[in-house]
């Protein structure tokens, strides 16, 4: 199994019953030993920690994108005549009579490739 054979065990289970080991033990004595056994139960919030941190990175994300496009487009941006399907192959928008031919950027240029 591991080498230890039975009588070996005999005898090292009575030298520890007379060294009694447990009797001087004293536990951590740093600051730093105390603070980190005194985390040994604890199993960890992780979860609740990753959603709040998930929530702040999204809201950050949304708040720079909102700075960025007040800042490209001082007007509301018209809808572009194209939409982007998330396969990457553009698609018609839908008629509405407000969809202008142009973007933000220029008139709207439909690639050669496209269907």
Same mark, same amino acid.
């Given at each position: 199994?591991n080498g230890w054979t !039975?009588?070996?065990?005999?005898?090292?289970?009575?030298?520890?019953?007379?060294?009694?080991?447990?009797? =001087?033990?004293?536990?951590?004595?740093?600051l730093d030993g105390r603070?980190?056994?005194?985390?040994?139960?604890? =199993?960890?919030? %992780?979860?609740? %920690? !990753?959603?709040?941190l998930a929530r702040a990175?999204?809201?950050?994300?949304?708040?720079? !994108?909102? =700075?960025? %496009?007040?800042?490209?487009? %001082?007007?509301?941006?018209?809808?572009?005549?194209?939409?982007?399907?998330?396969?990457?192959?553009?698609?018609?928008?839908?008629?509405?009579?407000?969809?202008?031919?142009?973007?933000?950027?220029?008139?709207?240029?439909? !690639?050669?490739?496209?269907?």
């Open positions: 199994m !039975l009588d070996r065990r005999k005898r090292q289970g009575a030298a520890i019953q007379r060294w009694k080991p447990w009797v =001087r033990s004293t536990g951590p004595r740093t603070a980190k056994v005194a985390r040994n139960a604890h =199993r960890g919030a %992780l979860r609740p %920690l !990753l959603r709040e990175l999204r809201h950050q994300k949304q708040t720079a !994108l909102d =700075r960025y %496009l007040t800042r490209r487009c %001082l007007s509301p941006c018209p809808k572009p005549a194209v939409q982007i399907a998330i396969s990457g192959r553009p698609r018609e928008a839908p008629a509405s009579p407000n969809t202008a031919q142009t973007t933000p950027h220029g008139p709207l240029q439909r !690639l050669s490739g496209a269907r």
